[in-house]
């Protein structure tokens, strides 16, 4: 097992499996891991700056498909979980939610609320297809803001 593990972790770390390493960190960066694609992303593009675009739309789909888990743990949640009258503050906050809708799952890229936000959204049984493309808008977004903020960045240090 611990040949297999190490075997992976070698092909993964070349170069010509760069896309499916952004697409496997991505994805598992947007479950409830505590892991970041940022690292991943912008290593790879600045190691090859013409994938730029191929590297942001694999990100965008590891992250977004990372999510749809999300929701669907959240979902199958709901079904087996007691539902007890929620606190006034938990209450607050699936209220606003629910009345937001889908169009919560567009702030599904933020940092430590986004991918609860997802589970969250599959609980509540928001509808997946809608709830799925507001996160590939607001993920695809966030990879094209960081990458431009941080080549930016790095082009006026230098």
């Known amino acids: 097992m611990e040949a297999l593990l190490q075997t992976t972790l070698q092909m993964l770390s070349l170069p010509e499996y760069g896309l499916t390493t952004v697409f496997v960190v991505s994805f598992i960066s947007a479950t409830l891991l505590p892991l970041g694609s940022e690292p991943a992303v912008l290593g790879l593009i600045q190691l090859n700056p013409a994938e730029y675009w191929p590297v942001i739309f694999v990100a965008t789909a590891g992250n977004t498909l990372g999510g749809a ?90």
């Not at 929701?71 to 539902?83: D, F, P």
């Open 69 to 158: 888990l999300d929701w669907w743990m959240g979902y199958g949640a709901s079904k087996v979980a007691r539902h007890d009258k929620p606190a006034s503050a938990h209450g607050r906050a699936l209220t606003w939610l629910h009345k937001l809708g889908p169009k919560a799952c567009l702030l599904g890229w933020l940092p430590i609320v986004g991918d609860p936000l997802c589970s969250l959204a599959g609980w509540l049984k928001l509808p997946f297809w809608p709830c799925l493309g507001y996160m590939l808008v607001g993920k695809f977004f966030r990879y094209v803001a960081m990458t431009g903020a941080f080549f930016t960045g790095l082009r006026l240090l230098a």
